[in-house]
């Protein structure tokens, strides 16, 4: 009767229905039939979270523990009325670990405030929270709730602040919500899975003034009658799947500081209504299909402070209204198609960002410009804009990133860029800029690259640049640059990308260039250099992109010392006047794809490897006498040999041919008594299975003898030689059918006693394998089950596993970073659907770097997985510890459940490793310490190939935060893999990535994915 008298007569309508509709949900969310004290509730709570006791202070003392006055009132995080009742319990940040079904709400019939934001609470909401009737304030946020939001909770009439966000709830909102709570202040859901759309009851919460639904699936249009809410101050609706136009309602909320739509599929144009909202501060249409030009009535918004009209179709002219905007601080209008002048910005010098790359602005910088103080960032490359540089820029001081590269600037650069001390980036490649690089650039220490290619530099290269001490990426190429180069560059010990081609340099190529040992790339060609190339080179051992010393004057032999250069990918010497011969130490670059050396004075033969072979007869003409077996080249023994050559040439025949007599005889032994004992083999076998005239890959028809007679002779009885891998449960043999196929034949170890397999299960789990059909999970071809020999027939993979490949300095090479995503993302989409579009669902167990395999396109293929079940059958697999060490999820070291969030951690660790290029080893217990030393993205990544750019680099930043919440002890806490593998495929939220090298891990971890 008490749970009758708590509830408003509003509700009994809606909780009737709920009961009726879902009897069984009602009935195992409701809380303990009998009423407890506050403070009892309260102790059974504590008792049910984990670890009970070390979370709270509370407990019963021995002088209230025999009376019937006992009081939570001075527990930490509860507040009492005047008659002893709790009307608060706030909790944010405590640690707590559980659920809040055992907390029994029809215990605090006085609850004004319940706030157990940002802990571990997992599970539902439960249902008996509507009966907190009086609840004016709800925080939920930032824990691992899950479930739809229950339809209870709007029995809660009197709630002005609701924040569920940050959990995974999911479902409609549905209209009653709004019918009722219509007393809501701040409303806020943001990440969570919420779908449908937004009800236009929303009209009916006119009291509201923050409305934060970001981060969720929801979908439809913006409801027009949001424009009746005049009271709003924040309206977040970003990263949702909204469409539809921005409605012009929206003018009427006068009040509103900050609207925030980035990430949907709104369409039409900007409405000028938005011009009304005078008070806006925060303006955010970032990645929409916005059309049209920008209203001018958007200078209407003078204390606008941020204004993001990123990626969207916008185009047309900026209109000049904008100079009126004298706060903004920061401004992003790039990857549009805006066109003409730029308005008059930064008259009230508060401008500190300012991006509108990749347009088609035109005309001169704005004069204003000059005064941004303020200035931090700055990107306008990719325009036409017009400008002298000696005029156009004043000194920034807070200056951390520049780049105005290809548009029309002309002028000389003045020396007091040196005084913009914080610039870790500066950019004017692609101009008409003249005179010579100011020697004060060297003055700018934190400097991390410095592009000027593209432009009409005279003189000779500073020698100040030496004490760039962190620049990585140096470009002058394309210029009029003369002198030599300057031997101080060989201080740069961080440099990776140096390209000082086509000038007038001059002079030999400094030995102190080998110094800069991080060097990928390096360009010197179409200079006037000469001398010889220095042993010195061969040290840059992590070259990879390039090495160009093209279209030079050098002369001399080739050091045999660049052979060190085992990295790398292409090499150019051509149109130079080197002799002597290509050294044969060559050989041993095995990732050479591109070599030219052309127009040289070469002799003799040419290193005997297929980088060497296979490169085209362009790419060693014009020179003395190079032989070798090259279309096009002359054999090396097409000329006469001495009479010594002849007897030498006897000497070396009859060392051969001898060994080989001896051989032949001894395997043709080998070969008679093989065949006899293959014979007495197959008789034994030939009643193992009956043969079919169906697909021989048919995988009920079982393959029979003809089939089976083929893979053993093709790997002649499972030898050794034909072995691709090796498992716990198995061998793994290459098997070249004679129909043409080529598969992967797994032959499966005994089990311990010479038991047999259990037919039954383990066709049930051959029946489970054969309806997965995912284009990132290995296809099973057909099987043979015998207790003497039973084996699975897979698809072949052509370039093996990927630990394999990240083992290998040559495969590393092939897999760029974009590469390594789409491996990631292949291996999500794998897990998800195992996880979620199968029923039951597939557990992996097992999955690490030797169980992804790449096929001839390098898209990943998941592999090995269910076998630890096929190889025990009727016995408690879930109960038994599988998997391989340092994949294993933490918490099967101390319980036996077996979840899918076992899966998401194991991927986590091979998403960090694809990106790491080696497993990331203590990194993971190193995370969890929280005395961390907090490390840079940069040094995490593979150091064996250059840092990522634009684009990509985003795209890798956003793989590491994933893989990083993949891999969070407690298992509640990973997202699901549906949710990463649609976020992979989406590329995730936006985020700042400037500058790239200063991101850290703690950053990435602190990331809300």
């Not at 919500?177 to 007393?183: L, V």
């Not at 007679?709 to 691709?724: L, N």
Request: charged share 15%; glycine share 8%.
């Amino acid at each position: 009767m008490a749970i009758h008298t708590s509830l408003s007569p509003a509700f009994l309508p809606v909780l009737l229905s709920f009961i009726f509709s879902h009897p069984t949900s009602f009935t195992a969310a409701a809380p303990p039939s009998s009423l407890l004290s506050e403070a009892e509730a309260l102790l059974k709570w504590k008792a049910s979270l984990s670890p009970a006791q070390s979370l709270l202070s509370w407990s019963l003392t021995a002088s209230n523990a025999t009376t019937n006055t006992i009081s939570p009132c001075n527990w930490s995080g509860i507040s009492c009325n005047s008659l002893g009742s709790v009307t608060e319990i706030s909790l944010p940040t405590a640690g707590l670990q559980g659920r809040l079904d055992s907390l029994s709400f029809l215990s605090f019939p006085n609850l004004l405030h319940l706030n157990l934001s940002s802990n571990t609470l997992t599970g539902n909401i439960p249902t008996h929270i509507g009966t907190l009737y009086k609840l004016t304030s709800l925080d939920l946020s930032t824990n691992n709730l899950y479930g739809i939001l229950p339809l209870s909770m709007a029995n809660l009439s009197h709630i002005s602040e609701l924040n569920i966000s940050s959990n995974e709830i999911s479902g409609k909102l549905d209209p009653i919500f709004f019918t009722n709570w219509t007393k809501l202040i701040s409303f806020q859901l943001q990440n969570n899975q919420f779908t449908g759309n937004i009800p236009s009851e929303i009209r009916l919460l006119t009291n509201l003034q923050i409305l934060n639904l970001g981060g969720n699936k929801i979908n439809g249009s913006i409801p027009w009658e949001i424009g009746n809410l005049v009271n709003l101050n924040e309206i977040v609706l970003s990263y949702n799947n909204l469409t539809g136009p921005i409605p012009p309602p929206l003018g009427n909320l006068s009040s509103l500081t900050i609207l925030n739509l980035y990430s949907n599929q709104i369409y039409g144009s900007i409405p000028p209504e938005i011009g009304n909202l005078v008070n806006l501060k925060e303006l955010d249409l970032y990645n929409n299909l916005v059309t049209g030009s920008v209203p001018s009535t958007l200078g209407n918004l003078t204390k606008l402070t941020f204004l993001s009209l990123i990626d969207c179709q916008l185009s047309g002219s900026l209109p000049q209204e904008m100079m009126n905007m004298t706060n903004l601080s920061e401004l992003y209008l790039h990857g549009n198609n805006f066109s003409g002048d730029l308005p008059q910005l930064c008259h009230g010098g508060s401008l500190k960002r300012f991006t509108a790359f990749d347009n088609h602005f035109t005309g001169e910088i704005p004069k204003s410009f000059r005064n941004c103080t303020s200035l931090t960032r700055a990107r306008l490359n990719g325009n036409q804009l017009v400008a002298n540089v000696s005029e156009a820029f004043g000194v920034y001081p807070h200056l951390i990133f520049m780049d105005i590269s290809d548009n029309m600037l002309f002028g000389e650069l003045l020396p007091n860029w040196g005084e913009c001390k914080n610039l870790t980036k500066l950019q004017f490649s692609g101009n008409m800029i003249s005179g010579r690089i100011p020697p004060e650039i060297g003055q700018l220490r934190q400097l991390e690259v410095l592009g000027l290619s593209s432009n009409r530099l005279v003189g000779e290269i500073p020698k100040e640049l030496g004490k760039l001490t962190s620049l990585f990426n140096l470009t002058l190429n394309d210029n009029q640059l003369s002198g030599q180069v300057p031997e101080e560059i060989g201080k740069l010990s961080n440099l990776e990308f140096l390209d000082l081609s086509m000038n007038h340099l001059s002079g030999p190529i400094p030995p102190q260039l080998g110094d800069c040992s991080k060097l990928h790339y390096l360009k010197l060609s179409e200079n006037v250099l000469n001398g010889s190339i220095p042993f010195q080179i061969g040290n840059l051992v992590y070259l990879q992109g390039l090495l160009d010393l093209s279209h030079n004057s050098l002369n001399g032999h080739i050091s045999p010392q660049l052979a060190k250069l085992i990295r790398l990918e292409k090499l150019n010497l051509s149109h130079n006047m080197l002799s002597g011969s290509i050294p044969p130490s060559f050989e041993g670059m095995f990732s050479l794809q591109s070599i030219d050396f052309s127009y040289n004075a070469l002799e003799g033969p040419i290193p005997n490897s297929k980088s060497f072979q296979k490169a085209p007869i362009e790419a060693f003409i014009k020179n003395k006498g190079l032989c070798g077996e090259v279309q096009g080249l002359r054999p090396c023994n097409a000329s006469s040999t001495g009479h010594a050559d002849v007897k030498k040439g006897h000497r070396v025949v009859f060392l051969v041919i001898l060994p080989l007599l001896v051989t032949s005889f001894l395997l043709f032994v080998i070969v008679g008594i093989s065949f006899i004992c293959y014979q007495r083999r197959r008789n034994i076998e030939k009643g193992i299975l009956v043969r079919s005239n169906e697909n021989p890959f048919s995988i009920w028809n079982y393959d029979g003898i003809a089939v089976f007679e083929d893979i053993v002779e093709v790997t002649e009885g499972f030898d050794d030689k034909y072995c691709i891998g090796t498992g716990g449960c198995g061998k793994v043999y290459k098997a070249n059918l004679p129909m043409g196929e080529v598969v992967a034949v797994k032959k499966l170890h005994p089990l311990e006693g010479g038991d047999h397999f259990d037919q039954r299960s383990f066709r049930n789990e051959i029946r489970a394998l054969t309806e997965i059909r995912h284009r990132n999970i290995v296809k099973l071809y057909g099987f043979c089950s015998h207790a003497r020999c039973s084996f699975l027939v897979y698809q072949y993979m052509e370039r093996g596993s990927l630990a394999s490949i990240l083992s290998n300095d040559e495969g590393t090479a092939q897999l760029d970073w974009t590469l390594r995503v789409k491996i990631i993302k292949g291996v999500s989409h794998a897990l998800s659907y195992m996880h979620h579009d199968c029923t039951p669902p597939i557990i992996h167990r097992d999955l690490s770097s030797k169980n992804i395999l790449l096929n001839s396109e390098l898209e990943a293929i998941v592999s090995d997985f269910g076998t630890a079940r096929l190889l025990i059958p009727d016995s408690s697999n879930w109960t038994m510890l599988a998997g391989t060490y340092g994949y294993i999820a933490p918490e099967l070291a101390y319980t036996i459940r077996v979840t899918e969030k076992c899966d998401v951690y194991s991927f986590g660790v091979v998403a960090l490793e694809v990106m790491m290029g080696r497993h990331p080893g203590e990194l993971i217990s190193s995370l969890s310490s929280p005395n961390r030393e907090d490390i840079l993205l940069k040094d995490l990544l593979d150091k064996r190939l250059s840092d990522p750019m634009a684009e990509v680099a985003r795209e890798v930043v956003f793989v590491v935060s994933m893989a990083l919440a993949c891999i969070r002890l407690d298992p509640n806490s990973r997202p699901t893999m549906h949710r990463v593998a649609q976020e992979l495929s989406v590329g995730g939220p936006s985020f700042s990535l400037e500058p790239f090298h200063a991101l850290t891990l703690r950053q990435l971890m602190d990331l809300k994915v």
